[in-house]
């Protein structure tokens, strides 16, 4: 790494000299090589046509490894995710890594390796990127920035044009990254083989895109799961939306944990499950396509949209009994992405 061959990063590291070099050069130039990102200019040269889609996200969470993933996976997959929930196809990322003095090399290209594992499922690339490091207490371990821009394939996709007798459709089993989360902070020695569901979705998005299928809305429900999701596209599109308790797909081990600690699956945060709204007639022709890519072996129709209850999500439960499906209140789990 450097002639000190240091095994945690150091202030040097960031201070525009050979140390800094070297980190850059034999982790993340390594790891993410592309001509674009080794011409080391200033700014990426681009090639765009057509209409464009561009996000970003920080990724903060603790703690940087979990089950079924990693704070590189996350960020990674959470960019490509908001891209392709717009019909996007992910082509470009940027990444920013701020760095606390002291965090071990070998956890620093653990993490490296994994980006460079998600990235290639969707064939984006990492063109431009910083590297701060900051002094020991400034930062927990490692915070990462993440944009991408993105190439429309399916206009038309908004939380805007959510119709009455559109299906709602989740894409897999709810709740895994926040309850997965959760295990690794308590250090819960449970018998369970829980994993976050952090994933790239572009794969099967490119699928539903190629099967022409009609799509009115889709969203990834990070924070505040499905409930945020749904509540707000009420809102967005001024319509109802009931859903079925019993036909939203939960694993025995969410339920478990959600039990222990009063939580609601359909509260806790998601990394690699999306929503979509679509015409009914669709919506096995969908399901299938699900179960064939991805994860999506539990996909599931979960409801519909109705010109009742304008703006608000109305669930009923298994019991026969209705209420309505709130925006969760407060911050369950700080710091969970």
């Given at each position: 790494?450097?002639?000190?061959?240091?095994?945690?990063?150091?202030?040097?590291?960031?201070?525009?000299?050979?140390?800094?070099?070297?980190?850059?050069?034999?982790?993340?130039?390594?790891?993410?090589?592309?001509?674009?990102?080794?011409n080391e200019e200033d700014a990426a040269l681009l090639h765009l046509s057509g209409e464009t889609?561009?996000?970003?996200?920080?990724?903060?969470?603790?703690?940087?490894?979990?089950?079924?993933?990693?704070?590189?996976?996350?960020?990674?997959?959470?960019?490509?995710?908001?891209?392709?929930?717009?019909?996007?196809?992910?082509?470009?990322?940027?990444?920013?890594?701020?760095?606390?003095?002291?965090?071990?090399?070998?956890?620093?290209?653990?993490?490296?390796?994994?980006?460079?594992?998600?990235?290639?499922?969707?064939?984006?690339?990492?063109?431009?990127?910083?590297?701060?490091?900051?002094?020991?207490?400034?930062?927990?371990?490692?915070?990462?920035?993440?944009?991408?821009?993105?190439?429309?394939?399916?206009?038309?996709?908004?939380?805007?044009?959510?119709?009455?007798?559109?299906?709602?459709?989740?894409?897999?089993?709810?709740?895994?990254?926040?309850?997965?989360?959760?295990?690794?902070?308590?250090?819960?020695?449970l018998e369970s083989t829980l994993t976050s569901d952090c994933a790239n979705l572009w794969p099967?998005?490119?699928?539903?895109?190629?099967?022409?299928?009609?799509?009115?809305?889709?969203?990834?429900?990070?924070?505040?799961?499905?409930?945020?999701?749904?509540?707000?596209?009420?809102a967005a599109s001024n319509v109802g939306i009931d859903v079925q308790e019993d036909d939203i797909?939960?694993?025995?081990?969410?339920?478990?944990?959600?039990?222990?600690?009063?939580?609601?699956?359909?509260?806790?945060?998601?990394?690699?499950?999306?929503?979509?709204?679509?015409?009914?007639?669709?919506?096995?022709?969908?399901?299938?396509?699900?179960?064939?890519?991805?994860?999506?072996?539990?996909?599931?129709?979960?409801?519909?949209?109705?010109?009742?209850?304008?703006?608000?999500?109305?669930?009923?439960?298994?019991?026969?009994?209705?209420?309505?499906?709130?925006?969760?209140?407060?911050?369950?789990?700080?710091?969970?992405?």
């Open positions: 790494m450097s002639e000190n061959n240091s095994k945690t990063v150091q202030l040097s590291h960031g201070g525009g000299g050979k140390e800094m070099s070297d980190l850059i050069q034999q982790i993340f130039f390594k790891a993410f090589k592309n001509p674009i990102l080794h889609a561009f996000t970003t996200d920080s990724f903060t969470v603790a703690p940087l490894f979990f089950a079924g993933g990693d704070i590189g996976k996350l960020a990674i997959a959470g960019t490509v995710n908001d891209l392709a929930m717009m019909g996007a196809e992910p082509q470009y990322l940027s990444c920013s890594f701020i760095i606390e003095e002291g965090f071990e090399i070998s956890a620093l290209k653990q993490i490296v390796a994994s980006m460079a594992t998600e990235l290639h499922k969707s064939g984006t690339r990492i063109v431009c990127g910083d590297t701060k490091v900051v002094p020991k207490g400034c930062a927990d371990g490692l915070f990462i920035n993440t944009s991408g821009v993105g190439r429309i394939l399916r206009k038309g996709i908004s939380v805007k044009n959510i119709q009455v007798g559109d299906a709602i459709i989740v894409s897999r089993d709810i709740g895994r990254h926040g309850a997965a989360i959760l295990m690794a902070r308590e250090s819960l020695a099967v998005i490119e699928q539903l895109i190629a099967a022409n299928i009609e799509i009115h809305a889709m969203r990834d429900a990070t924070r505040g799961g499905l409930a945020a999701v749904l509540n707000e596209w009420a797909p939960i694993s025995d081990e969410v339920k478990g944990l959600c039990e222990l600690y009063g939580f609601e699956a359909h509260d806790l945060a998601n990394e690699g499950t999306f929503i979509l709204a679509i015409p009914q007639a669709f919506a096995l022709g969908v399901i299938e396509i699900m179960a064939r890519y991805g994860q999506s072996e539990h996909a599931a129709i979960i409801g519909s949209v109705t010109a009742e209850h304008q703006g608000k999500v109305v669930i009923t439960t298994p019991w026969g009994s209705r209420r309505y499906l709130d925006l969760p209140q407060g911050e369950l789990l700080p710091r969970i992405c």
